[in-house]
Protein backbone atom coordinates (compact mmCIF):
# COMPACT_ATOMS: atom_id res chain seq x y z
CA UNK A 1 0.00 0.00 0.00
CA UNK A 2 0.96 3.62 -1.26
CA UNK A 3 2.32 6.39 1.57
CA UNK A 4 3.27 9.56 1.03
CA UNK A 5 5.04 11.55 3.93
CA UNK A 6 6.43 14.86 4.15
CA UNK A 7 9.17 16.48 6.45
CA UNK A 8 9.01 18.76 8.19
CA UNK A 9 5.57 19.39 9.17
CA UNK A 10 6.39 22.73 9.33
CA UNK A 11 9.02 25.44 8.37
CA UNK A 12 9.49 29.10 8.94
CA UNK A 13 12.27 31.24 6.90
CA UNK A 14 13.64 34.30 6.51
CA UNK A 15 12.50 35.93 3.09
CA UNK A 16 15.48 35.55 0.59
CA UNK A 17 16.44 32.25 1.41
CA UNK A 18 16.72 28.67 -0.49
CA UNK A 19 14.47 25.97 0.78
CA UNK A 20 13.65 22.78 0.11
CA UNK A 21 10.79 20.48 0.85
CA UNK A 22 10.68 16.77 0.74
CA UNK A 23 8.73 14.24 -0.11
CA UNK A 24 8.78 10.09 0.95
CA UNK A 25 7.01 7.34 -0.67
CA UNK A 26 7.01 3.83 0.11
CA UNK A 27 6.71 2.06 -3.36
CA UNK A 28 8.93 3.05 -6.00
CA UNK A 29 6.56 2.20 -8.62
CA UNK A 30 5.26 5.14 -9.37
CA UNK A 31 3.72 6.61 -12.70
CA UNK A 32 4.46 10.38 -11.86
CA UNK A 33 4.53 12.74 -8.99
CA UNK A 34 3.11 15.88 -8.32
CA UNK A 35 3.85 18.72 -6.18
CA UNK A 36 0.58 21.30 -5.34
CA UNK A 37 0.31 24.34 -3.12
CA UNK A 38 -2.62 25.05 -1.27
CA UNK A 39 -3.65 28.47 0.68
CA UNK A 40 -5.42 28.44 3.67
CA UNK A 41 -8.73 26.93 3.42
CA UNK A 42 -8.74 27.26 -0.50
CA UNK A 43 -7.83 24.38 -2.90
CA UNK A 44 -5.08 23.56 -4.48
CA UNK A 45 -2.67 24.70 -7.29
CA UNK A 46 -0.51 22.20 -9.33
CA UNK A 47 2.68 23.52 -9.21
CA UNK A 48 4.97 20.64 -11.17
CA UNK A 49 4.42 17.18 -12.22
CA UNK A 50 7.18 15.10 -12.79
CA UNK A 51 6.77 11.91 -14.73
CA UNK A 52 8.53 8.39 -13.66
CA UNK A 53 10.81 8.97 -16.41
CA UNK A 54 12.12 12.31 -15.46
CA UNK A 55 14.81 13.29 -12.93
CA UNK A 56 13.89 17.07 -12.38
CA UNK A 57 11.36 19.69 -13.53
CA UNK A 58 11.62 23.30 -13.28
CA UNK A 59 8.86 26.13 -13.18
CA UNK A 60 10.32 29.55 -12.08
CA UNK A 61 11.91 29.52 -8.72
CA UNK A 62 10.69 26.34 -8.24
CA UNK A 63 12.69 22.80 -9.23
CA UNK A 64 11.26 19.21 -8.08
CA UNK A 65 13.46 16.44 -8.46
CA UNK A 66 12.22 12.52 -8.55
CA UNK A 67 14.21 9.60 -7.19
CA UNK A 68 12.20 6.98 -7.88
CA UNK A 69 14.52 4.07 -6.39
CA UNK A 70 15.49 5.78 -2.99
CA UNK A 71 11.25 6.63 -2.88
CA UNK A 72 11.76 10.23 -2.57
CA UNK A 73 11.29 14.03 -4.07
CA UNK A 74 12.69 17.43 -3.24
CA UNK A 75 10.72 20.46 -4.23
CA UNK A 76 13.39 23.53 -3.83
CA UNK A 77 12.31 27.25 -3.45
CA UNK A 78 14.65 29.29 -4.36
CA UNK A 79 15.13 33.24 -3.09
CA UNK A 80 12.46 32.83 -0.88
CA UNK A 81 9.33 35.32 -0.63
CA UNK A 82 6.25 35.93 1.54
CA UNK A 83 4.06 35.14 -0.97
CA UNK A 84 5.30 31.47 -1.23
CA UNK A 85 3.91 31.04 2.76
CA UNK A 86 1.36 27.97 1.93
CA UNK A 87 1.03 24.22 2.74
CA UNK A 88 2.78 22.55 -0.02
CA UNK A 89 1.79 19.15 -0.35
CA UNK A 90 3.11 16.10 -2.76
CA UNK A 91 1.38 13.12 -4.19
CA UNK A 92 1.17 10.28 -6.43
CA UNK A 93 -1.02 7.54 -7.90
CA UNK A 94 -1.05 4.28 -6.07
CA UNK A 95 0.73 1.62 -8.13
CA UNK A 96 2.73 1.98 -11.59
CA UNK A 97 0.20 2.32 -14.04
CA UNK A 98 -1.75 5.81 -14.96
CA UNK A 99 -4.53 6.27 -12.39
CA UNK A 100 -6.60 9.87 -11.77
CA UNK A 101 -6.49 9.01 -7.88
CA UNK A 102 -3.88 10.49 -6.25
CA UNK A 103 -2.21 9.74 -2.56
CA UNK A 104 -0.87 12.59 -1.01
CA UNK A 105 1.09 13.49 2.00
CA UNK A 106 0.15 15.57 4.49
CA UNK A 107 1.79 18.58 3.50
CA UNK A 108 4.66 21.12 4.97
CA UNK A 109 2.97 24.52 6.12
CA UNK A 110 5.85 26.72 4.76
CA UNK A 111 5.54 30.18 6.36
CA UNK A 112 8.59 33.00 5.20
CA UNK A 113 9.06 36.15 7.21
CA UNK A 114 9.56 39.34 5.80
CA UNK B 1 -10.18 28.90 -20.04
CA UNK B 2 -12.19 28.85 -17.36
CA UNK B 3 -10.85 26.02 -14.45
CA UNK B 4 -12.38 23.86 -12.32
CA UNK B 5 -15.08 25.43 -10.46
CA UNK B 6 -17.07 23.94 -7.35
CA UNK B 7 -20.66 25.35 -6.27
CA UNK B 8 -21.87 26.04 -3.48
CA UNK B 9 -18.20 27.76 -1.97
CA UNK B 10 -20.07 27.01 2.13
CA UNK B 11 -22.48 25.12 3.41
CA UNK B 12 -24.10 24.37 6.98
CA UNK B 13 -26.61 21.38 7.38
CA UNK B 14 -27.39 19.31 10.35
CA UNK B 15 -26.86 15.95 11.23
CA UNK B 16 -28.78 13.15 9.04
CA UNK B 17 -29.49 15.47 6.58
CA UNK B 18 -28.71 14.99 3.05
CA UNK B 19 -26.11 17.42 0.73
CA UNK B 20 -25.30 17.59 -2.98
CA UNK B 21 -22.02 19.52 -4.24
CA UNK B 22 -21.42 20.42 -7.71
CA UNK B 23 -18.57 20.57 -9.76
CA UNK B 24 -17.64 21.77 -13.71
CA UNK B 25 -14.53 20.35 -14.97
CA UNK B 26 -11.78 22.72 -16.41
CA UNK B 27 -12.48 22.93 -20.55
CA UNK B 28 -11.05 20.09 -22.45
CA UNK B 29 -10.98 17.20 -19.27
CA UNK B 30 -13.34 14.68 -19.21
CA UNK B 31 -12.36 13.04 -16.10
CA UNK B 32 -13.74 13.92 -12.45
CA UNK B 33 -12.41 12.83 -9.27
CA UNK B 34 -13.40 13.77 -5.75
CA UNK B 35 -11.60 14.22 -2.06
CA UNK B 36 -12.43 15.01 1.08
CA UNK B 37 -9.68 17.07 3.18
CA UNK B 38 -10.05 17.01 7.06
CA UNK B 39 -8.20 20.03 8.86
CA UNK B 40 -4.72 19.66 8.94
CA UNK B 41 -4.51 16.34 6.12
CA UNK B 42 -3.88 15.35 2.92
CA UNK B 43 -7.16 14.72 0.49
CA UNK B 44 -8.59 11.31 0.73
CA UNK B 45 -10.05 10.29 -2.72
CA UNK B 46 -13.59 9.13 -2.71
CA UNK B 47 -14.32 8.56 -6.37
CA UNK B 48 -13.41 9.07 -9.75
CA UNK B 49 -16.26 9.49 -12.76
CA UNK B 50 -15.38 8.69 -16.54
CA UNK B 51 -17.90 8.91 -19.50
CA UNK B 52 -20.96 9.15 -16.85
CA UNK B 53 -19.53 6.21 -14.96
CA UNK B 54 -17.79 5.43 -11.18
CA UNK B 55 -14.17 3.98 -12.06
CA UNK B 56 -12.85 4.07 -9.27
CA UNK B 57 -13.36 4.55 -5.42
CA UNK B 58 -11.86 4.85 -2.09
CA UNK B 59 -12.55 3.76 1.06
CA UNK B 60 -15.54 5.85 1.67
CA UNK B 61 -19.21 4.14 2.51
CA UNK B 62 -21.85 4.11 0.30
CA UNK B 63 -23.63 7.37 1.69
CA UNK B 64 -21.40 8.67 -0.70
CA UNK B 65 -22.46 8.59 -4.46
CA UNK B 66 -22.07 10.53 -7.03
CA UNK B 67 -22.90 11.14 -10.75
CA UNK B 68 -21.60 13.00 -14.15
CA UNK B 69 -23.36 14.47 -16.33
CA UNK B 70 -22.27 14.00 -20.45
CA UNK B 71 -21.12 17.38 -20.45
CA UNK B 72 -18.75 16.29 -17.71
CA UNK B 73 -19.55 18.05 -14.76
CA UNK B 74 -20.71 15.93 -11.61
CA UNK B 75 -21.79 15.68 -8.60
CA UNK B 76 -21.14 14.64 -5.28
CA UNK B 77 -24.13 13.75 -2.94
CA UNK B 78 -23.52 12.80 0.59
CA UNK B 79 -26.36 10.93 2.86
CA UNK B 80 -27.58 10.99 6.37
CA UNK B 81 -24.73 12.87 7.61
CA UNK B 82 -22.15 12.87 10.26
CA UNK B 83 -20.25 14.89 12.09
CA UNK B 84 -17.27 13.49 10.85
CA UNK B 85 -18.18 14.33 7.57
CA UNK B 86 -17.30 18.28 8.10
CA UNK B 87 -14.43 19.02 6.19
CA UNK B 88 -13.54 20.51 2.48
CA UNK B 89 -14.58 18.67 -0.54
CA UNK B 90 -12.29 19.36 -3.23
CA UNK B 91 -13.01 18.44 -7.24
CA UNK B 92 -10.28 17.52 -9.46
CA UNK B 93 -10.35 17.39 -13.24
CA UNK B 94 -7.93 15.87 -15.85
CA UNK B 95 -7.84 14.91 -19.41
CA UNK B 96 -7.85 11.12 -20.47
CA UNK B 97 -4.93 9.72 -22.17
CA UNK B 98 -3.00 13.18 -21.07
CA UNK B 99 -0.39 13.50 -19.18
CA UNK B 100 -2.94 12.88 -16.05
CA UNK B 101 -2.24 16.24 -14.64
CA UNK B 102 -4.74 16.76 -11.70
CA UNK B 103 -6.26 19.97 -11.41
CA UNK B 104 -8.27 21.25 -8.80
CA UNK B 105 -11.65 23.66 -7.97
CA UNK B 106 -11.67 25.78 -4.83
CA UNK B 107 -13.39 23.40 -2.56
CA UNK B 108 -16.67 23.48 -1.13
CA UNK B 109 -16.35 23.87 2.80
CA UNK B 110 -19.02 21.63 4.31
CA UNK B 111 -20.15 22.08 7.96
CA UNK B 112 -22.51 19.40 10.01
CA UNK B 113 -23.60 20.29 13.34
Redesign the interface.
Known amino acids: KQE?TQIPAALSVPEGENLVLNCSFTDSAI??L?W?RQDP??????LL?I?SSQREQTSGRLNASLDKSSGRSTLYIAASQPGDSATY?C?V?PGGG??????????TLLAVQP | DAG?T?SPTHLIKTRGQQVTLRCSPKSGHD?V?W?QQAL??????IF?Y?EEEER?R?NFPDRFSGHQFPNYSSELNVNALLLGDSA?Y?C?S?RTGG?????????T?LTVT
Do not use: D
Request: proline share 5%.
Open positions: VYNQFGKGLTSLQLAPATNKLIFGTG | VQTSYGQGPQFQYQGLLASSHEQYFGPGR
